[in-house]
């Protein structure tokens, strides 16, 4: 977990993409802290 956190910390932003219902969404992010040692995007 540690990698990953500290490759989208690198990063800056970066987008995650979901789907609600038929509808596709694309949300930027670009904070990413490790909580218990698991990544939260906020």
Do not use: C, W
């Not at 993409?17 to 990544?39: C, Q, S």
Request: hydrophobic share 40%; charged share 20%; net charge neutral.
């Amino acid at each position: 977990m540690q990698t990953m956190h500290d490759f989208l910390k690198k990063a800056g932003t970066y987008y995650i993409a979901t789907v609600e219902g038929d509808t596709p969404k694309v949300r930027p992010f670009g904070t990413i802290n490790l909580f218990d040692g698991i990544p939260v995007a906020s």
